[in-house]
C-alpha cells in the first residue's frame, strides 16, 4: 500500500490511469466431478500456483462446457439433455510489466455457472454462488513482482439439478482484467440520474471514488457530458454540458455529487434510443488519476394505475417477450452478435421489450437494448427460500439475496433500458403470504434504496396473489397468466398497477400441422389430446396443455379491454434449451400421426422406455434457429399495425390429401381478407370487435395456390401466397452479414433453404446436410429448430427440419481474406452448394 500524497503523485506521473482489459484468451480448462453417465472424475488441488495444467484443454472464454457436449438421455429433458454439471477447473498464467507495478489489479467476470471461487498465487480471493451475478476480486495484495508470472484459478461447482432449465456450465460471460491508480471510481461506482424541465433536462451524476493508501487525499471530481446521438453512433459525441468540479478529502471511499444541464435534451425512446456519456474524471495535485465514461439516456417513465403506462408522457402498452439466457447452438456463452440477432428479429416482429426470464442478463444485452431501443424488465431471481429443484438457488438466498439484488442494481442503473427491476418470478412463497410478504417487501426494500426512480415487480401466477397479501409487495403487481383478472385487480387496487408479466405460453413446431383442427380456441386453449403428435405440436397456435395459458388472440382481448394493463411478456420469444413441455417424458396419451412416423420413433422408445427425445422448448414465437413460426406473425400483425402484411398457415403441399378439408388461417394487419385456391375464391371476411385473426375452416384441398388479398378500410393492403412444392431441386445457402470480422467472436447466421425448381420451399424437407469450411472460418454452431434432434450442436453436419437448416460461422481470430462454405447433401438429386464469405 502506498503512503501519502507524493508516493501517489509519483506513482501515477510513472504508469497512468484505468485500463480494462478483455481478459478471455489463454485459459486451460478441466471437467471434473459428476458426468453425464453418473461416473465421478476426481478433481486435484488445481488452485495449487504450482499445479501442472499442461494436458488441459486450451479454451477463449466465454466458454459453456454444456454445449460443445453430445446430447445424453441420461441428463433430464428439463436441463437441455445437455451435461452441464459437473466441477469445471479454469486456470490462467498472466505477467505484469515493471511500468505497472503499484497499480489496483482487479478480476471482473460478468458470470461464471456456479458457484465460483477464485484463487490467485494459491491464496483464495473470493467468488460468488449465484451463476447469473456479475462480481469483482481485489488481485492486488497477492499478485508477484512486476515480471513473475501470476497463477490465476477459478473453480466451478454446477450440481446436476441446480435449474429448470438449462443454464450451461462455465466462465460462459466476458472476463476483464482492470487496472487503476489507487485513487479511483469504484465498481459501478457512477449513478446517473436526469429530470427533464420542459426542452432541457437536469442531470446529476453521484461517484463513489476509493482509496487504497494511508492517510487523507485531496481530489477534485468533475464530468463532462457527451451528446452521442441514437443509438449512440457518434462514437465521439457532441459536447453539450460540464459539471462544476467538486473538492473531496478522501480516506478510505468517498460519494460527490456532480451535476450539470442540458437545455436542449434528446429523449431516450424505443423508436429514437438517443444517448448520452458522460466522462468523469478524478485529479489530485493537477495529475488525472482516474477516467470513468459512464453511458446513460434522459427519458420519462410514468405508471399510473388508473391510465396505464407512459414513456415520455406518451401512452404504450408494453410488447414484451420472456428471453432466457442461452444462444440456442451456441449455449449459455455470450456472444453480442447472437444477442443482436436476437433483438432485430424480435423488433422486426414489433416486440419492443424483454424480460430477462428468470436471472440477471449478460452486460452485452442491456447495451444493445440501450442502442437499438428496447425496454426492459430486469429479473434477479426465480426462486428465494423455497427451492424449486433440489440444488438450485435458494441454498443460497439467505445469505446472498441482498449482495446479489445490490449489485445487479448497481451494476444497470445507468441503462435507459431498464425500466422495472423484478424480484422474482413464480416464486413457491406466493401460497404462503407470511414468508412472501416478509422476504418481498425487504427486496421491495432493498431496490428502492438503490434506485427509488423504478418500481418493483414480482411474476405471480397464482390468482390467491391478488388478494392474500403478495399484491402488496411490489410497486406493480405482476400477473403471469391471468388476464382475465385485469379488470378485478385494477378495481380492488386503484394505486397499484398491474402488468402481464408473463402471458399467453402458447406450444408450436415450426412447420408442423396435424388434423383434424378445433374449429375455435378460447380460454383455455385446446387441451393436450388435440394437435400432438410424433413429439410435435401442431403450428396452428391453439395449443397448450396448462389450463390458464391461452392463445395470443385472447391476451390481445384483454389487454385491449384494459388500457391501464402496462403491457404484457408473452412465453417466450425464442425457443430455448430444457423446458420441452409437453414433452419432458413420455406423454401417457402419446399419438402418431401414421403409422410411419410410430415405426420411426419405435426403435429409440426401445431402448429408452417411458422417455422422450425432446430437449429443447416449444414455448418460442420463433425457434431455436431464428426461423420464425407462424405465431409470429400473430404478432407482427398485431404490434406492427402499420406494416403492409398478410401471411398464411399452413403450408399448401399435401400428398394424398385432395379432397380433404384443410383449415386455412390468415394474420394480417388489415381488416379483412379474401381468400382464393387457384384462383377461385372460398369467401371474404371481416375482422369482428377483439378479433385477430381470419379463419377458412372448411377448404378443400387440391395442389397449386392458395393466395390472400388482405384490405384496410377498403383499400388493398397486402397479399400473401402458399404454393404446392414439388420434389427438391437445390440448396439456397444464405449468410445474414458479410463480411464478418476476423475477431474469434464475430459470427454470421446461414440459413440453407430446399427448393424445388420453382424456387419453392419445400416444407417437409428432412435430407441430411453436411458442412465443411475453407480459408479463415469455423463453424461455431449447428442446428435446425426441431426440439426432438439429438445431433450435437458441434457437429458438421445437420439434417433440414422442415425445409431449414442453420450454419453457425465465426470469423478465426487473426483471419482475414474470402472464406468459402461447401454444403453437400445425402439427396443425390440435391448438388452441392458454396458460399463465399469476407472475413477482415
Known sequence: MLSGMMALTCAVTAWGQRESVLFNDGWKFARFGEQADGTVVDEPAAQAEAFDDAAWRSVRLPHDWGVESPFSMQVNGSQGRLPYFGIGWYRKSFTLPEEEQGRCVFLDIDGAMSDATVWLNGVKVGGRPYGYASFRVNLTPHLHEAGKPNALAVRLDNKRLSARWYPGGGIYRNVWLVKTTPVHVGQWGVCVRAETNGPGARVTAEVTVESCVTGDVPVEVSGVIYELGVGGSAAAGRRVAVTRPVALDLRGTGR???????????????????????????????????????????????????????????????????QHHDLGALGAAVHRRALERQLEILRSMGCDAIRTSHNPPAPELLELADRMGFLVLDEAFDMWEKAKTRDDYSRFFKEWHERDLTDLIRRDRNHPSVCMWSIGNEVNEQTDPANGVRIGTRLTEIAHREDPTR???????????????????????????????YGAFSKDNPGRGILGSETVSMVSSRGEYFFPVPAGFAQPPVPFQEGYYNFQVSGYDVFSQRPNNCAPDVEFA???????????????????????????????????????????????????????????????????????????????????????????????????????????????????????????????????????????????????????????????????????????????????????????????????????????????????????????????????????????????????????????????????????????????????????????
Open 256 to 322: 460527490v455529487t456532480l451535476g450539470a444541464e442540458i437545455t436542449r435534451a434528446r429523449l431516450w425512446d424505443t423508436d429514437a434510443p438517443n444517448l448520452y456519456r458522460i466522462d468523469v474524471t478524478v485529479r489530485s495535485g493537477g495529475k488525472t488519476l482516474d477516467f470513468y465514461p459512464q453511458t446513460f439516456g434522459i427519458r420519462t417513465l410514468e405508471f399510473n394505475p388508473q391510465r396505464g403506462f407512459f414513456l415520455n408522457g406518451k401512452h404504450r402498452q408494453l410488447k414484451g417477450v420472456c
Open 455 to 485: 418500481p418493483t415487480v414480482v411474476g405471480n401466477w397464482r390468482a390467491e396473489t391478488l388478494t392474500n397479501g403478495m399484491q402488496t409487495v411490489t410497486d406493480v403487481f405482476g400477473a403471469n397468466y391471468l388476464p382475465q383478472l
Open 558 to 840: 384483454w389487454q385491449a379491454r384494459n388500457p391501464q394493463v402496462f403491457g404484457e411478456f408473452v412465453w417466450t420469444g425464442f425457443d430455448y434449451l430444457g423446458e420441452p413441455s409437453p414433452y419432458e417424458k413420455l406423454p401417457k396419451t402419446m399419438r402418431w400421426q401414421s403409422e410411419a412416423d410410430q415405426a420411426r420413433w419405435s426403435e429409440f422408445l426401445k431402448k429408452y422406455p417411458g422417455q422422450s427425445p425432446a430437449r429443447s422448448s416449444y414455448y418460442g414465437i420463433v425457434d431455436l434457429c431464428g426461423f420464425p413460426k407462424d405465431r409470429f406473425y400473430a404478432y407482427q400483425a398485431q404490434w406492427r399495425s402499420e406494416l403492409k402484411m398478410a401471411h398464411i398457415l399452413p403450408h399448401w403441399s399435401w400428398p394424398g390429401m385432395s379432397g380433404q378439408k384443410i383449415p386455412v388461417h390468415v394474420y394480417t394487419s388489415g381488416d379483412e381478407a379474401e381468400l382464393f385456391v387457384n384462383g377461385r375464391s372460398q369467401g371474404r371476411k371481416k375482422k369482428g370487435a377483439y378479433e385477430y385473426r381470419l379463419q377458412w375452416n372448411s377448404v378443400v384441398y387440391e395442389p397449386g395456390e392458395v393466395r390472400v388479398t388482405a384490405y384496410k378500410k377498403g383499400q388493398k393492403w397486402a397479399e400473401d401466397v402458399q404454393r404446392t412444392a414439388g420434389e427438391p431441386s437445390r440448396l439456397e445457402v444464405r449468410a445474414d452479414r458479410d463480411p464478418i470480422a476476423g475477431d474469434g467472436a464475430d459470427l454470421s447466421y446461414v440459413t440453407v433453404r430446399v427448393l424445388d425448381a420453382r424456387e419453392t420451399l419445400v416444407p417437409r424437407a428432412d435430407t441430411m446436410l453436411r458442412f465443411s469450411v475453407s480459408g479463415p472460418l469455423e463453424i461455431a454452431g449447428v442446428c435446425n429448430g426441431d426440439a426432438t434432434d439429438l445431433t450435437g450442436f458441434q457437429m458438421p453436419y445437420q439434417r433440414a427440419y422442415n425445409g431449414l437448416c442453420q450454419v453457425i460461422l465465426r470469423g478465426r481470430a487473426g483471419g482475414q481474406g474470402t472464406g468459402i462454405l461447401t454444403v453437400r447433401c445425402d439427396d443425390a438429386r440435391l448438388p452441392e452448394a458454396t458460399l463465399r464469405l469476407r472475413v477482415r
